[in-house]
């Protein structure tokens, strides 16, 4: 039974280049999450999608990131013109539904973006 | 208003003994609230949740105490293991996007 998967596990971009970060949710999750976790912080809220819908993106920056979950395909974070302030683990989790019971998150191992 | 409060920062715990760690919430229609625990280097392992119409829920070792009046919740480590010793976060949710305490880095000592 594979969990949560997210590739690459570690990233380093140089600043001004672009990132795509990769989520499967599991297997018959249809919910995406991702969240951002910087260095000794808690995580925060980025987006929240459904396959070809953004439901919430209250928590994604205004600017350079972007996210979609297309029919066929994993879920993909990108973030265009990467600055150092980007540095930090980018985790994704999914849900079999949006309710409360079948409605709890399952994380994937986050991917690590250094940006140099 | 949608700020999840988290305390301790940092918690020692002796082998065998009870860690005991507490969140506060603002939003009134968050209605799901669940505890997570991270290793270095992991993603955020779901522990167990409750939601507002329970007081109290047993998983274990770990039992979450919710006060629905006091907008407060907490969680319970009972016979605290060194293989516990890991950074524990509350959240909370309205059915989407996780609002996540500041985590409690618990070192349970032998």
């Known amino acids: 039974n594979a969990g949560v998967m997210q590739n690459p596990r570690h990233l380093v971009r140089r600043r001004g280049q672009e990132a795509r970060l990769r989520c499967s949710p599991m297997?018959?999750?249809?919910?995406v999450y991702w969240y951002r976790q910087l260095p000794e912080e808690g995580l925060k809220f980025m987006v929240y999608l459904q396959k070809e819908n953004i439901i919430d993106e209250s928590g994604m920056p205004k600017e350079r990131f972007s996210a979609e979950f297309p029919k066929e395909g994993p879920s993909i974070l990108r973030i265009q013109q990467v600055v150092r302030g980007d540095s930090a683990a980018y985790f994704c989790?999914?849900?079999?539904?949006?309710?409360?019971?079948?409605?709890?998150?399952?994380f994937g191992p986050g991917t690590r973006l250094t940006v140099l | 208003q949608q700020q999840v409060k988290q305390s301790p920062q940092s918690l020692i715990v002796q082998k065998g003994g009870i860690s005991i760690i507490n969140c506060a919430y603002e939003?009134?229609?968050?209605?799901?609230f669940p505890w997570y625990q991270q290793f270095p280097g992991k993603g955020p392992a779901l522990l167990i949740a409750i939601r507002p119409d329970v007081s109290e829920k047993k998983e274990g070792r770990f039992t979450i105490s919710f006060n629905k009046s006091a907008k407060q919740f907490s969680l319970h480590i009972m016979d605290s293991q060194p293989g516990d010793s890991a950074t524990y976060f509350c959240a909370a949710s309205q059915r989407g996007g996780l609002t996540f305490g500041e985590g409690t880095q618990l070192t349970v000592n032998p």
């Open positions: 939003n009134t229609a968050f209605d799901y």
């Open positions: 297997k018959g999750h249809s919910h």
């Open positions: 989790a999914s849900s079999l539904l949006r309710d409360i019971v079948g409605g709890e998150q399952f």
